[in-house]
C-alpha cells in the first residue's frame, strides 16, 4: 500500500477584489463607493488555498465527485485542486463545529451544528439555516421509503435534533412527519436524537444521550423503542451504523458495542474497546470505526483490520471504492487520503531483505544471483542459498557503484573512486582489478562483453579498454584512433552485425571489432553522429534507438536508413534512462523510463501514458541502465528508490482503469483570474467578452482523483493544431485569442476517455464597441490630421521651391553679370591708374561712375559681390601704395612731412593714421624707418 497523504493548513483567505481599485478612485469619491458597496447583495465566499489545523467531523462525496469536509470551522469543499470554505449567511450563526453532513437525494448539501440545519449553496459557496424550529442538529441521513417491495422509493430526508426526529420532504421544503422518544413529554431533553442509521428494509433506526433505541418503520408507520441496560453504558452513544443484522453503537467509555436486531442482545467488542467519539460508518459492505487513541479500522467478514492513518484520534473516515481512496479526518490536524489501489511497481526483496529505499545505479542478474551497484556499495544475492551480501564502502574504497556486469565467472563492477573490481558469485571474494596506472583513476562508465563472450569492453574516461576473460588489458582505444575519444566516452553498445557504437561527448564513433576499423567520420548526411551525448537502446537485431537530451534517433544498423521521431517531446517527459520494447494488445509498445517516470509510448512515439507515483513508485527518477527481462515475464528497472520489479500484466490493471473527466475550476483572462463552479464541469462553453485588450486565455487542467496534479500529464489542442503536452500544474497558454467560436481539447496524456471538448465563444463585449467607437474616431482624427499635414508639407514644399527658384535665379543673374563686372573691374583700374583721381580726397563713387559711364549701384555691387570690397578701401589701396612710394623716395621724405606726403596722396588727415596702421600693422613713420 502506498501512502498518498494531503496535509492541509490554512494560510491564506482571498475577500472580494473590488476594494484593490479604491486607490485609482478619487478620495471623495472612496466613502461613497464603500457605502454602495456595502449595501450590495454581495454573496458571502471565501476561498482558501488550504485547509488544516481543525478537527475533521464528517466526510462525505457527492455525485459530483466533490468532497465535503465538516470540521470545527464549518464546513468545505474539496475539488482536488482547491479548498473553498462555505460561508454562512449573518442570521445562520458564526460559524462552528459541524455534527453532521449529507447529500440529499435532489444532490442538495445540508449539514447540522448547534444552532440547526443548514442549506448550502453550492454556486455562490454559502449556507443558510432552514426550518429554525430545529436546533442541535446531530444527524442527518437520506431515508429511502417503499410503499412496496416492487414499487421506486420515494426519498425523505431524516434530521435527528434536540426537538427530536423529523422527515423532511426530499427538496427540504416541508416537515412531514415528528417522532418523539419521549412521547409523554415532548419537552424532554430525552427526545434528543444524537445518531441515526438506516436499514435494508428502509427501517430508521436513531439513538438518544439516555440510552434509547428507537426503530421506524415508515411502511407501516411503526415505532418502537428499546432501553439499552444502564451497566452496559454510563456515558450514552456517539454513532450508530448498521450492517446486515447488527446495528453498531460506538460510545465514548465502552468503545464499540453490538446490538443484534434479531434478538435485541447487546454485546461488547473484544477488538475495539478505545473511545469512539464522532464516526462509525458503513461503506461497500464494510464497517469503519474511528477512535480516541487507537486509530481506525476496518471490520469485515474476514475480522478487524487497522487502516494506516496518520494520527490516532480519528474522527472521521470516508471510502471511496471508485477511487479507491480512504480518507481520514483528525482531531485538529485537518485532513489526509491515502491510496488503497495495488500497486503497479514492486521492490525487489528476498526474504527479509528489500531494495526499497536504496538508490541502484546498475544491476546484473545472474541465473538465480544477483549484483546490484548503489550509492553505497554493491549487494550480492544468491537465490538459491537465500545469502545476502553487502560490499561497504569502506571495503571498497568507494561509495557509488557505476556499472557491473558478468564476464569471465566473475561480477565486474566499476566504483566511482577507485576503478574496476571483480566479485567471486559463491565466495563473494573482492579483488581490485590489476591495471596499468595511468588506469587506476580513470572512471568506468559502462562495461559490456563482446557477443562471443572472449572480450570485455568498459568505457572510460580514457578511451574505450579492452581485457581477455582474463582480465588482462589487451587493447584499447583513444585519442591516438579518434580525436572523438579524447573526451568522456558515454556509452557502449554492440550490434547484431558485432560492430560496437561508441558513444562520447563529442559524437559517435563506430568500432568494427574484427577490422579493428574506427569510423568516426563519413557517415551519411544528416546522420545524427554530432549528437551527444548519446544511449543507446535495442529496437530489434537491425535495428536501434538513441536518445539523446533533446530527441529520439532510430538507425537500422548498416546506415542505410536513419532520422528521428519528430513527435517525441523530450522537454515533457524528461531524460531518457532506458527504453525497452513491450507488445501490448497485439502492438509494438516502449517502455521508457525517465528522470520524470515511467511512459508507455506508441510504436511512433507519438502519444503515452504516463505512470503515476501513487502506482508504486515514491519517486519520478530511473536511472540509467537497461530494463532485465526475469523468467516470469516480470520487468526489473534501476531506480533511485531501488530496484523496481514490474509486471506487464500490471499493463491490463492500468488500463482497466478509468479516471474522471479534465476538468478546470479557474481561468485567467490576460491575467485576471474567473471562477468556475465548484464541480469545474458546469458548462462545456466558455463564453469569454472579447475587447481589443483580451489577447491570452490561461487555464488550469486537473482530474477530480485527488491524486498530485504534478503527477500527471495533459494534451491539449485548439481547433486544428496539432497536440500540445504540459506536465501536471502547468497551465495550458492560448495566445493571440481572436474573436469567434474556438474548440479546445484536452485530456490526460494517452487517455481519450478523459477527453474534455470545450467550446470557446468569443464574442464582442460593450467595452469592444467602445473601443471600436474610439478607434474609428481615432481614425477619423489620424485621417484628418495625415491630410493637414500633407497640406502643410505641400505648402512648405512649394515655399521650398519657390525659394529654390528665386536662388537659381539670382545665381542666374550672378552669372549673366559676371562678363559685365569683369569688363568694369577693368575699367575702374584702368581709370584709376592713368588718370590717378585718387588723388583728390573728396572723390565720390558717384563721380567715378558718371565718368565709366554707368550708375553708382551698379558700382557698388561690382565691389561688394564680384571684387568682395568696398568702394573706400578700394581707393585707399590706390592711396597707400602711392603713399609708400613718395616715402620710399628719400628726397622727398626729407622735403615733406609724412601729413604732408599723406594729403598729396588724396588722405584726410583725420583717416590716414588708422588706415595705414590696419594695413600695414604699424604707424608710417616706424615704417619709414624699416624702410
Known sequence: ????????????????????????????????????????????????????????????????????????????????????????????????????????????????????????????????????????????????????????????????????????????????????????????????????????????????????????????????????????????????????????LGTANKGLLLFHIPTRRLHPSQQLTAPVIKNVSVHSGQLFVCTDGSGAYRIDSQGVHPLPSRSNTVYSTYYDPHLQLQWFGYYQEGLSHQSLRDPLFT??????????????????????????????????????????????????????????????????????????????????????????????????????????????????????????????????????????????????????????????????????????????????????????????????????????????????INLATFGHYHHFNAEATGRVEFLTPLPVAGSLHFLMGTNNGLFLFDRHFRHFRHFPLDDGSLSPAFTRHPCVKEADGSLLMAHTQGLLQFSPQSLRTLFNRRDELVTFDRYSVDRREHLRDLTGSDSTTLRLPWNFGVDELTLHPFLMDYRPSTDTYFEWQTDDDSLRVIHGGAPIVINSLTPGTHRLLIRKAGEPETTLLLTIDATPSPLFYIELLLLVIALTASHHLIRWRQRLLRRRKEQTEAERNRQQEKQLSIKMKEQEYR??????????????????????????????????????????????????????????????????????????????????????RSTFFSVFKKSEGCTPTEWMKQH
Open 823 to 908: 569688363d568694369l573691374k577693368r575699367r575702374v583700374r584702368r581709370y584709376m591708374e592713368d588718370e590717378e583721381p585718387y588723388l583728390r580726397n573728396n572723390l565720390r563713387l558717384s563721380e567715378v561712375a558718371t565718368h565709366l559711364g554707368t550708375n553708382a549701384t551698379t558700382l557698388s555691387q561690382m565691389f561688394n559681390d564680384y571684387m568682395h570690397t568696398n568702394f573706400l578701401d578700394f581707393i585707399n589701396h590706390y592711396r597707400l601704395e602711392r603713399f609708400k612710394q613718395m616715402a620710399s623716395d628719400e628726397r622727398l621724405s626729407q622735403q615733406f612731412t609724412v601729413h604732408a606726403l599723406s594729403e598729396q596722396c588724396g588722405f584726410k
Open 1 to 248: 500500500m502506498v501512502e498518498s497523504s494531503l496535509f492541509c493548513y490554512i494560510c491564506s483567505k482571498t475577500t472580494h477584489p473590488i476594494p484593490i481599485l479604491l486607490p485609482v478612485i478619487p478620495q471623495d469619491m472612496r466613502h461613497l463607493l464603500l457605502l454602495i458597496l456595502l449595501l450590495l447583495p454581495f454573496p458571502l465566499f471565501a476561498f482558501y488555498d488550504r485547509m488544516g489545523g481543525e478537527s475533521v467531523t464528517c466526510l462525505t462525496k457527492d455525485r459530483r465527485q466533490l468532497m465535503w469536509i465538516g470540521s470545527s470551522k464549518g464546513v468545505w469543499c474539496y475539488n482536488g485542486q482547491r479548498f473553498f470554505h462555505v460561508e454562512k449567511t449573518p442570521s445562520s450563526g458564526e460559524a462552528t463545529l459541524v455534527n453532521t453532513l449529507c447529500e440529499t437525494p435532489d444532490g442538495q448539501i445540508v449539514y447540522g451544528d448547534c444552532y440547526g440545519l443548514h442549506l448550502v449553496a453550492t454556486k455562490s459557496r454559502t449556507s443558510h439555516r432552514i426550518h429554525p424550529e430545529l436546533t442541535h442538529v446531530n444527524a442527518i441521513v437520506s431515508l429511502p421509503i417503499r410503499e412496496s417491495a416492487d414499487s421506486s422509493p420515494s426519498y425523505r430526508v431524516a434530521v435527528g435534533c434536540r426537538q427530536g426526529l423529523f422527515l423532511l420532504s426530499s427538496d427540504l421544503s416541508i416537515i412531514e412527519k415528528k417522532i418523539f422518544i419521549d412521547e409523554r413529554n415532548v419537552t424532554s431533553t430525552d427526545n434528543e436524537v444524537v445518531a441515526m442509521a438506516t436499514d435494508d428494509t428502509g427501517g430508521l433506526w436513531g439513538a438518544n444521550s439516555a440510552h434509547t433505541l428507537l426503530h421506524y418503520d415508515p411502511r407501516h408507520q411503526r415505532v418502537s423503542r428499546h432501553v439499552l441496560p444502564s451497566s452496559a453504558l454510563t456515558k450514552g452513544i456517539n454513532s450508530l451504523a448498521l450492517l446486515r443484522d447488527t446495528l453498531y
Open 347 to 556: 521492490y525487489y526483496s528476498m526474504d527479509s531483505f528489500t531494495t526499497q529505499g536504496l538508490f541502484v545505479r546498475s544491476f546484473h542478474r545472474h541465473g538465480r544471483q544477483m549484483a546490484i551497484g548503489t550509492r553505497e556499495g554493491l549487494w550480492l544475492i544468491d537465490e538459491v542459498r537465500h545469502l545476502v551480501r553487502h560490499l561497504t564502502p569502506q571495503e571498497i574504497g568507494g561509495s557509488i557503484i557505476l556499472n557491473v556486469t558478468f564476464f569471465g565467472g566473475r561480477y565486474i563492477f566499476s566504483n566511482y573512486e577507485r576503478g574496476l573490481f571483480t566479485v567471486h558469485p559463491t565466495t563473494f571474494e573482492l579483488r581490485r582489478l590489476p591495471l596499468p596506472s595511468h588506469c587506476q583513476q580513470a572512471n568506468y562508465n559502462r562495461l559490456v562483453s563482446s557477443p562471443d563472450g572472449r572480450f570485455l569492453y568498459a568505457a572510460s574516461t580514457m578511451g574505450v579498454l579492452v581485457f581477455d576473460r582474463q582480465l588482462h588489458l589487451v587493447e584499447s582505444y583513444d585519442a591516438r584512433h579518434s580525436e572523438l575519444l579524447n573526451s568522456y566516452v558515454y556509452d557502449l553498445f554492440f550490434d547484431a552485425d558485432g560492430k560496437l557504437w561508441i558513444s562520447t561527448s563529442r559524437g559517435l564513433c563506430l568500432l568494427d571489432t574484427e577490422t579493428k576499423h574506427l569510423q568516426s567520420n563519413g557517415f551519411p548526411k544528416g546522420f545524427f553522429n554530432n549528437a551527444a551525448p548519446l544511449t543507446f537502446h535495442s529496437l530489434d537485431r537491425q535495428h536501434l534507438i538513441a536518445s539523446s537530451p533533446a530527441t529520439l534517433y532510430h538507425t537500422a
